[in-house]
């Protein structure tokens, strides 16, 4: 099974373990990372949404202009642009990136953050409109002739863009973990996005979305993007002392990233991919080959929260056991970014390909091997055999 890799872009190196939010975009590290990510053989970049941040829009689009094949994954909430206007504004960016752009659509998790922006529908009706707003979206990417819309949440008439993407239409991807979730993603998803839970759990999620897909009249299944926070390095006990200087940190109080209030086992946040999160911390820290869950308690599963721990190789056969469940989509961004995804790309990416590629040609799975390592005075980044 094929697998393409995620990563989160950062417009400055601040994190939730490092500097002040507040930090405005620094356009030689940005160009750094995006470079980085493509030459570490990343396919996708999310470019995420907070109402306080950076526009995803700009930012996709200079990512487009550093790089020539990865793709930026704009993040979208309904509330924030109009369906037809945001329909063109993919487009302009597919079309500037040579068909290269992707959009998550986030119905919104929290109350409060949605709010901030003048949106107070509940959670419920925050889905019944982002499922309106993707028909909307692939309708304007299609049509030829101008056409009305009469809907719950929008209306128009007479409307037709003349900015069409490149290939036809865009990559819509849906995430979530609520019954609501389900139900959207599996009828309209080309992607689904979910946070790293255990193998069992993963399991039973992508099963309930396929029953969803199914139960829409589709004859095909989104394709699942799992997203996890890798700690590595060159042996296992490395990365778990990294690991533990981490959640120091984060328990600290860490950066501004985190929440004011962390979780302390009363209601819990508002939503359900959170309290999933939480609650599975709350089993115990470890899970299968390397889930490690402390780092979610202590931010409160503010977003992807939860680490792989251990060795390069420990953490590549963690990701193909996630692959194994059908995982076609795999995010990993670390606490150190650009230091971390460099990272990934020389160790981890190589080594999961290495071994889909061993079962390609074999139809056997064969095992995780290291990497060559770099010879003294050889080009950072370039592995070479012995």
Known sequence: MPVEFISAISVNAANEVNGSAERGVDVPFLHRYARALEDGGFDYTLVAYHSGSFDPFTVAATIARFTERLRPIVALRPNTLYPTVAAKALATLDQLSG?????????????????????????????????????????????????????KYYAFEDFVSYIRPVNGTIPVSVGGSSA???????????IFGLWGEPLADTRAQIERIHAEARAAGRADTPRIWVTFRPIVAATDELAWEKAHEILAVLRRGGGPWLP??????????????????????????????????????????????????????????????????????VSIR???????AIDYGRYILPLVRQELAHRERTGERGRVVPQPPLRPGDPAGDLVAP
């Open 99 to 151: 068909g290269r752009a992707v959009v998550h659509c986030i119905a919104g998790g929290s109350d409060q953050e949605q709010a901030r922006e003048g949106d107070r529908l509940s959670k419920a009706e925050r889905y019944e409109r982002e499922e309106e707003y993707i028909r909307i979206l692939r309708q304007v990417w299609q049509a030829r002739e101008p056409f009305d819309h009469a809907g």
């Open 180 to 190: 609501e979730a389900y139900r959207v993603g599996g009828a309209l998803g080309d």
């Open 260 to 329: 004011a209030k962390r979780w302390d086992g009363g209601a819990g946040p508002a939503n359900a991919g959170s309290r999933r999160l939480l609650e599975i911390a709350a089993r115990k820290d470890l899970h299968d080959r390397a889930l490690w869950t402390p780092t979610a308690t202590a931010t409160g599963a503010l977003g992807a929260s939860t680490a792989l721990v251990g060795s390069y190789e420990t953490v590549a056969a963690a990701i193909l056991d996630y692959v194994d469940l059908g995982a076609e989509l």
């Open 334 to 340: 670390g606490y150190d970014n650009l230091d971390d």
